[in-house]
């Protein structure tokens, strides 16, 4: 049974200066001790006058884009072992576009989600999964930008 309220923790140092580079990681609380986890490299992204990038560090905006599309993964794994679907792949391909608003502020106009399950034993009800997941999952259920799906589902071949 989940319990609620969840705490989530994590720790960001950075030294000065827009090239810059620091790391950031999630803590994790165990048996009343905060563990640290590995840390990730982070940089300002060259759209922002950041470094460019050298596929060693992620930005703020890779990492938004990891959470929403991991966390619809968790979400759907969990909605398919309990709704008894099982498939080969799950892959989710996500893009956002950051634009300003009358006052000239930038912010995240608008997501799209690119979603395919591979081999999933029942086609229909695997559409119907990922329709309920991008309807609850906490993360993306929170974000207020326009948000668009595209799902697609290959049923897998049935053994004679």
Not at 41 to 47: E, G, S
Not at 117 to 130: F, G, H, M, P, S
């Amino acid at each position: 049974m989940t319990s609620y309220p969840m705490n989530f923790f994590c720790t960001t140092s950075a030294p000065c200066g827009i090239d810059a580079q620091w790391t950031s990681h999630p803590r994790m609380l165990s048996c009343g001790w905060l563990k640290t986890a590995e840390a990730l490299p982070i940089a300002i992204p060259q759209q922002f006058g950041g470094p460019s990038w050298d596929h060693k560090n992620y930005s703020p905006e890779d990492l938004y884009g990891m959470a929403l599309a991991n966390c619809f993964v968790a979400t759907f794994q969990v909605f398919a072992k309990n709704s008894r679907v099982t498939f080969e792949k799950i892959q989710v391909d996500l893009s956002f576009t950051i634009d300003q608003n009358e006052k000239k502020m930038p912010y995240i106009k608008r997501i799209s989600f690119d979603i395919g399950v591979i081999n999933a034993n029942d086609k229909a009800r695997t559409e119907r999964l990922l329709q309920k997941v991008s309807e609850n999952c906490i993360i993306i259920a929170s974000v207020q930008a326009e948000k668009t799906f595209d799902f697609s589902v290959t049923e897998a071949p049935q053994s004679d």
